[in-house]
């Protein structure tokens, strides 16, 4: 079974109340697309205000004076899935991750 067909079984489960409904009034006119349900879902549901926002923080990600690599890794992989697809290449999200470690961080990893 391919990605998209297990996302597109999984993908009600994880819908309630006006997400759901959404759903069950969209599914037919996909037509099995699941880029054209994630697309449309995500027009109706993360707004566009919402992706801005997101890919500002992702674009200028600092790492906490206190916070470990680890941390700052986990907290910057989370801010990458929480929304939907920036359409960036993934060594651009790495070169952010790495302009906002800490001086600290820096020279104490990559020695």
Same mark, same amino acid.
């Given at each position: 079974?391919?990605?998209?067909?297990?996302?597109?079984?999984?993908?009600?489960?994880?819908?309630?109340?006006?997400?759901?409904?959404?759903?069950?009034?969209?599914?037919?006119?996909?037509?099995? @697309?699941?880029? #054209?349900?994630?697309?449309? &879902?995500? *027009?109706? =549901? /993360?707004?566009?205000?919402?992706?801005?926002? +997101?890919?500002?923080?992702?674009?200028?990600?600092?790492?906490?004076?206190?916070?470990?690599?680890?941390?700052?890794?986990?907290?910057?992989?989370?801010?990458?899935?929480?929304?939907? @697809?920036?359409? #960036?290449?993934?060594?651009? &999200?790495? *070169?952010? =991750? /790495?302009?906002?470690?800490?001086?600290?961080? +820096?020279?104490?990893?990559?020695?």
């Amino acid at each position: 079974m391919s990605d998209e067909t297990i996302r597109w079984k999984l993908f009600p489960f994880s819908l309630r109340g006006r997400a759901r409904h959404w759903y069950d009034l969209n599914i037919r006119s996909m037509e099995g @697309d699941w880029k #054209l349900l994630s697309l449309s &879902f995500c *027009q109706d =549901f /993360f707004p566009i205000y919402k992706v801005v926002d +997101l890919r500002t923080k992702i674009l200028t990600f600092r790492q906490g004076d206190e916070e470990s690599l680890v941390e700052a890794w986990e907290r910057f992989t989370y801010l990458l899935i929480s929304g939907p @697809d920036l359409a #960036l290449q993934d060594h651009v &999200f790495l *070169q952010h =991750f /790495f302009i906002g470690l800490t001086k600290k961080t +820096l020279n104490s990893s990559l020695i």
